[in-house]
């Protein structure tokens, strides 16, 4: 099974189980998670089940094309399912049958794998699943999204698709796979990755990235009316009301910030004391928009719970 | 009559500690209800595996007893008025306890005369107890964090599916987070996915066998142990055993399988201790050894499932291999390094924020370990102490923190550092516990002493001393580490010395208080040798020692145990315990000075005094000299006799002041000669 082949065998496979078909976000996000259909639809009571392809960026990962297991960016298969149902595992395993991998003639394991994001705000409780040995997915029940309780709870699966590629096509460098027939992996991505490993390490410019930090960071507050003051238990403040905050835009800015971060982590630009401070800065502003879309969603009379409850 | 209790609860794959931790407050909880309910059962097993916690009463009576009891209620002159009539008061306590006013009787106590009634309860049949009571215990499982699902109403370790509950072939339906429990369970996930009924309690661990679970923890282990040896033997090999393995390959499968596999022997040039990480830390496998100990170039998989055993090991190698290939380029690139020049980069290593880097650590720790070893290894040991921490900067000890110290040792031998120094990088990470291995050579003894005194020190310095369970600088074991390399290690501390040694290396940081940092310390170490050395002798007999010791040698403190345990074996311990006992308490308060030979007044005094004068330059010295075998021995058979006549026939505190105090002074002065042997009035009689 070809990469393509792979990704079409999962949006069918999960379009066939109800969940919306998305396309990928488009600003430099670290992990599906980043994705507002998974950030922002994990908040509050409207269900929500969808599926898509987030390419994600680590750029302290990249080895400048290098290493047969390391990438800056690489593939998830995202899917969230709100609230989870009670088979979940069993639409995994029957999602690992559609990609021709019977789980009865495998070894398959689901190994405690807690989940945090501390810039989001997020964690979950679960497993990383292991296919022989193999760490394919991370299988997570939400329970915090940028500093709200998750009710209901969103199920997350996160499918690595390189790594499932290459088990399934039996290659040990990644650069081996067949994206599509004739066409290696290698040949889209090996140029990539040594210029954006040349760029992450050695020439992103520090100060640039800096400033767009404290801008776009800044321009979160704007957004959304949050004050500097802080009530009671440093409960954040909003000016604005719920419905005249950009929430949108605003969690633009914030993904846009987590990625500099990282640009400037790779960059060795950030030293220990420093990371956490920069870390914080991120949660804040992530939460602030958690806030506001659920506000925003609360002013609204959560559209989908009442289609939910139009549809039973 | 009675009959088996079975509880199982239905869970998606439960972490292995958290199964531990949650069977264990079930099996609490379980006894805790049925006693409180005055129910009568036998032996109560915890059963599990990753997808069920069960638990099994044996014996559990049918009903519980009746009860009769007597119940007191107001004191008499409230509960009867002046006719003797019941009052209100008397009416509301006998109604509470559903009784009539015509049973309220009187009762004398020896507070008095009160109202009581006798409380007859008819016990209720146990069926009906339960439905209440197993999903109150239920509610009490406690896990380590819990989480919650779907819809987020109820909270449990992991989602949970089912619930079975069965007293003998009865099903209890007792209800917990939204399920009702029923007689319904599910097999192995792969193997025997189907549900199936389960008759009865005790048919419940055969039952899920055939489902091809094996629900017994022994049962499980054993087999996955036999398993395992099997294979190991069919390799040519033996079993690599890994207490820390099989725990968690027993709570990773519900039947335990083993699948054999293996590497490209060019990988077993890597040292032994990373090949063994890589596939333990990393993939939870086992290595196996040739009979003459070296590794072969194969692991052992505990798996769940094993239909297709040849796929299974093709994908386990594969992985194993990318590891081991990783592995194998850190440590090409990691040699490519000059070892002795990464020594500078621990500036760049943060040791606590407020105590410096690795580097500032690595300074102090030299210059102290130097003052703990002869001088002749000052050189090696300078080495070694700037050598110990240098494979923090290398890429393997990045990616297996647990190789620290063996790697270091490794690089150290391969670009020609001297074999000692070597050594000393291993060892003075020793021990990690209390059964492990201490470092054998002088060099990683003085090593790991002067590395535990300041991290004791600098964390007590800052204020991070441990309280109650918390101890997250492991500070309780840097300092039995400290003590166990002194007692039965290569080397003696003087912990008083060190201790302040190390105060005094942290130059440029702002520790608290000297006096009282080290005063803290010192009784922080007292504690735990009071702890530690209790297999060696009594606690009266270790705090008789400890309160004669000066806080320095603990080899000295060693001594003082030994002579006290000796002397505790002979038949004058019993009197001279309970004479110098009596002189140390007399003697308290006693004016200073010698006491004058004219003043004695009786023989037995007289003969003391003499007896005392004659043996205490030997004992003086012998006690100066560390040697309190002998100066308890001389003690024991030339004063013991004199000690006790004298406490016989005199009687100290006669009227005339002169002659009393005369007698306090000869107590007080034998009192302080044998009191700077052990203190003698801290044992018990």
């Not at chain 2, 099997?230 to 990773?252: P, Q, T």
């Not at chain 2, 291999?321 to 380029?329: C, N, V």
């Not at chain 2, 370990?369 to 000890?397: F, N, R, S, W």
């Given at each position: 099974m070809n990469f393509q082949s792979l990704i079409l065998t999962l949006e069918r496979f999960w379009a066939e189980r109800g969940c919306l078909i998305v396309q990928p976000y488009d600003s430099e996000v670290g992990a599906g998670t980043f994705n507002p259909n998974t950030f922002l639809r994990a908040i509050g009571p409207e269900p929500w089940n969808v599926a898509y392809v987030e390419p994600s960026r680590r750029p302290t990962d990249g080895r400048y094309g290098d290493n047969p297991n390391r990438l800056q960016q690489f593939h998830q298969y995202q899917v969230i399912l709100k609230p989870s149902p009670a088979n979940i595992q069993e639409l995994y395993l029957e999602s690992l049958r559609a990609i021709g991998t019977d789980p009865s003639k495998h070894d398959i394991r689901f190994i405690e794998d807690d989940w945090e994001s501390p810039t989001l705000g997020a964690w979950g409780l679960g497993w990383q699943v292991w296919l022989d040995g193999l760490e394919i997915s991370q299988f997570t029940y939400f329970q915090q999204c940028g500093g709200i309780d998750c009710k209901p709870i969103s199920g997350e699966l996160t499918y690595g698709l390189e790594r499932i590629a290459m088990y399934l096509q039996d290659v040990d460098d990644v650069y081996d796979l067949e994206w599509a027939p004739g066409v290696r992996y290698g040949e889209i991505f090996k140029r990539a990755e040594w210029e954006w490993s040349t760029y992450n390490f050695e020439r992103a410019d520090v100060e640039l990235h800096q400033t767009l930090f404290d801008r776009y960071e800044k321009q979160v507050s704007e957004l959304l009316g949050l004050s500097e003051k802080r009530g009671k238990g440093g409960a954040l403040v909003f000016e604005k009301e719920p419905l005249e905050r950009l929430v949108l835009p605003a969690y633009d800015c914030v993904v846009k910030c987590s990625h500099y971060f990282n640009i400037l982590d790779a960059r060795g630009a950030i030293s220990v004391t420093e990371r956490q401070r920069f870390i914080g800065r991120v949660r804040l502003i992530a939460r602030a928009v958690a806030e506001s879309w659920y506000a925003q969603r609360e002013a609204l009379g959560f559209p989908l719970l009442q289609n939910a409850r139009a549809a039973e | 009559m009675s009959r088996d209790l079975l509880i199982e609860i239905g869970v998606e794959e439960l972490p292995a500690s958290f199964l531990a931790k949650g069977l264990e407050t079930l099996r609490e909880a379980a006894i805790a209800a049925l006693d409180a309910a005055r129910l009568e059962h036998g032996e109560v097993k915890p059963l599990g595996t990753p997808r069920r916690m069960a638990l099994l009463v044996e014996g559990l009576a049918e009903r519980q007893p009746d009860r009769r009891e007597r119940v007191l209620g107001p004191p008499a002159n409230v509960a009867f008025d002046a006719?003797?009539?019941?009052?209100?008061?008397?009416?509301?306590?006998?109604?509470?306890?559903?009784?009539?006013?015509?049973?309220?009787?009187?009762?004398?106590?020896?507070k008095g005369v009160y109202a009581a009634v006798e409380v007859h309860e008819v016990g209720r049949p146990t069926q009906e107890v339960l439905r209440d009571l197993l999903g109150d215990v239920c509610r009490r499982i406690a896990f380590q964090k819990s989480m919650r699902w779907g819809e987020g109403d109820h909270?449990?370790?992991?989602?949970?599916?089912?619930?079975?509950?069965?007293?003998?072939?009865?099903?209890?339906?007792?209800?917990?987070?939204?399920?009702?429990?029923?007689?319904?369970?599910?097999?192995?996930?792969?193997?025997?996915?189907?549900?199936?009924?389960?008759?009865?309690?005790?048919?419940?661990?055969?039952?899920?066998?055939?489902?091809?679970?094996?629900?017994?923890?022994?049962?499980?282990?054993?087999?996955?142990?036999?398993?395992?040896?099997?294979?190991?033997?069919?390799?040519?090999?033996?079993?690599?055993?890994?207490?820390?393995?099989?725990?968690?390959?027993?709570?990773?499968?519900?039947?335990?399988?083993?699948?054999?596999?293996?590497?490209?022997?060019?990988?077993?040039?890597?040292?032994?201790?990373?090949?063994?990480?890589?596939?333990?830390?990393?993939?939870?496998?086992?290595?196996?050894?040739?009979?003459?100990?070296?590794?072969?170039?194969?692991?052992?998989?505990?798996?769940?499932?094993?239909?297709?055993?040849?796929?299974?090991?093709?994908?386990?190698?594969?992985?194993?291999?990318?590891?081991?290939?990783?592995?194998?380029?850190?440590?090409?690139?990691?040699?490519?390094?000059?070892?002795?020049?990464?020594?500078?980069?621990?500036?760049?290593?943060?040791?606590?924020?407020?105590?410096?880097?690795?580097?500032?650590?690595?300074?102090?720790?030299?210059?102290?370990?130097?003052?703990?070893?002869?001088?002749?290894?000052?050189?090696?040991?300078?080495?070694?102490?700037?050598?110990?921490?240098?494979?923090?900067?290398?890429?393997?000890?990045?990616?297996?923190?647990?190789?620290?110290?063996?790697?270091?040792?490794?690089?150290?031998?391969?670009?020609?550092?001297?074999?000692?120094?070597?050594?000393?990088?291993?060892?003075?990470?020793?021990?990690?516990?209390?059964?492990?291995?201490?470092?054998?050579?002088?060099?990683?003894?003085?090593?790991?002493?002067?590395?535990?005194?300041?991290?004791?020190?600098?964390?007590?310095?800052?204020?991070?001393?441990?309280?109650?369970?918390?101890?997250?600088?492991?500070?309780?074991?840097?300092?039995?580490?400290?003590?166990?390399?002194?007692?039965?290690?290569?080397?003696?501390?003087?912990?008083?010395?060190?201790?302040?040694?190390?105060?005094?290396?942290?130059?440029?940081?702002?520790?608290?208080?000297?006096?009282?940092?080290?005063?803290?310390?010192?009784?922080?170490?007292?504690?735990?040798?009071?702890?530690?050395?209790?297999?060696?002798?009594?606690?009266?007999?270790?705090?008789?020692?400890?309160?004669?010791?000066?806080?320095?040698?603990?080899?000295?403190?060693?001594?003082?145990?030994?002579?006290?345990?000796?002397?505790?074996?002979?038949?004058?311990?019993?009197?001279?315990?309970?004479?110098?006992?009596?002189?140390?308490?007399?003697?308290?308060?006693?004016?200073?000075?010698?006491?004058?030979?004219?003043?004695?007044?009786?023989?037995?005094?007289?003969?003391?005094?003499?007896?005392?004068?004659?043996?205490?330059?030997?004992?003086?010295?012998?006690?100066?000299?560390?040697?309190?075998?002998?100066?308890?021995?001389?003690?024991?058979?030339?004063?013991?006799?004199?000690?006790?006549?004298?406490?016989?026939?005199?009687?100290?505190?006669?009227?005339?002041?002169?002659?009393?105090?005369?007698?306090?002074?000869?107590?007080?002065?034998?009192?302080?000669?044998?009191?700077?042997?052990?203190?003698?009035?801290?044992l018990s009689a």
């Open positions: - | 006719e003797g009539k019941p009052t209100r008061a008397a009416l509301g306590f006998a109604q509470k306890n559903g009784a009539d006013a015509s049973a309220i009787t009187r009762v004398e106590t020896e909270a449990f370790g992991r989602p949970v599916h089912w619930l079975v509950g069965l007293y003998g072939d009865e099903v209890v339906p007792f209800e917990f987070v939204g399920l009702t429990a029923g007689r319904t369970s599910r097999g192995h996930r792969f193997l025997a996915p189907a549900e199936f009924e389960i008759p009865r309690a005790d048919a419940y661990v055969d039952r899920l066998r055939e489902a091809r679970v094996l629900v017994s923890f022994d049962e499980r282990r054993e087999a996955m142990v036999a398993a395992l040896e099997k294979a190991a033997k069919d390799l040519g090999g033996k079993l690599v055993v890994d207490e820390f393995l099989l725990g968690e390959c027993l709570s990773l499968v519900e039947y335990p399988f083993v699948v054999p596999g293996g590497f490209h022997e060019r990988y077993l040039a890597l040292p032994d201790e990373v090949v063994v990480s890589v596939m333990r830390d990393h993939q939870r496998y086992f290595a196996v050894r040739r009979e003459s100990g070296e590794l072969l170039p194969a692991y052992l998989n505990v798996v769940n499932t094993a239909e297709a055993p040849e796929i299974i090991r093709k994908g386990n190698d594969r992985v194993l291999r990318a590891r081991l290939e990783d592995a194998r380029f850190f440590v090409e690139e990691d040699l490519k390094v000059d070892f002795r020049s990464r020594v500078p980069r621990l500036d760049g290593i943060v040791f606590q924020a407020k105590l410096g880097s690795i580097g500032d650590k690595v300074r102090r720790v030299r210059a102290l370990a130097e003052t703990l070893a002869p001088a002749d290894l000052a050189a090696k040991i300078g080495e070694a102490a700037a050598l110990a921490k240098a494979d923090l900067t290398t890429l393997i000890v990045g990616e297996f923190p647990e190789l620290q110290g063996a790697m270091g040792r490794h690089y150290a031998l391969a670009q020609g550092v001297d074999p000692d120094v070597a050594d000393a990088i291993v060892e003075h990470y020793r021990p990690q516990g209390a059964d492990d291995e201490l470092p054998r050579g002088v060099i990683g003894a003085a090593l790991a002493v002067a590395d535990r005194a300041d991290t004791l020190v600098g964390c007590f310095g800052i204020g991070l001393v441990p309280t109650g369970s918390a101890d997250p600088f492991a500070l309780r074991r840097a300092a039995l580490g400290v003590v166990r390399i002194a007692l039965e290690g290569p080397i003696d501390v003087d912990v008083r010395r060190t201790l302040a040694a190390a105060y005094d290396g942290y130059q440029g940081v702002a520790l608290a208080d000297r006096a009282e940092t080290l005063a803290k310390l010192e009784e922080f170490f007292v504690a735990r040798l009071r702890v530690m050395l209790r297999d060696r002798a009594p606690a009266d007999v270790i705090d008789a020692c400890l309160g004669a010791w000066d806080r320095g040698s603990l080899r000295d403190l060693e001594k003082r145990l030994v002579a006290l345990s000796r002397l505790r074996e002979t038949p004058a311990y019993e009197s001279l315990s309970v004479a110098f006992k009596r002189a140390f308490n007399i003697a308290k308060d006693a004016p200073a000075g010698e006491p004058e030979p004219g003043l004695f007044a009786e023989e037995a005094e007289r003969a003391l005094a003499e007896a005392f004068a004659r043996e205490r330059p030997e004992i003086e010295k012998a006690t100066a000299a560390a040697d309190y075998d002998r100066a308890l021995t001389l003690v024991a058979e030339n004063l013991r006799g004199p000690i006790d006549t004298f406490f016989e026939k005199v009687f100290v505190m006669v009227d005339d002041a002169k002659v009393r105090e005369n007698r306090l002074k000869l107590l007080r002065a034998i009192a302080e000669t044998v009191t700077r042997i052990a203190h003698f009035h801290l």
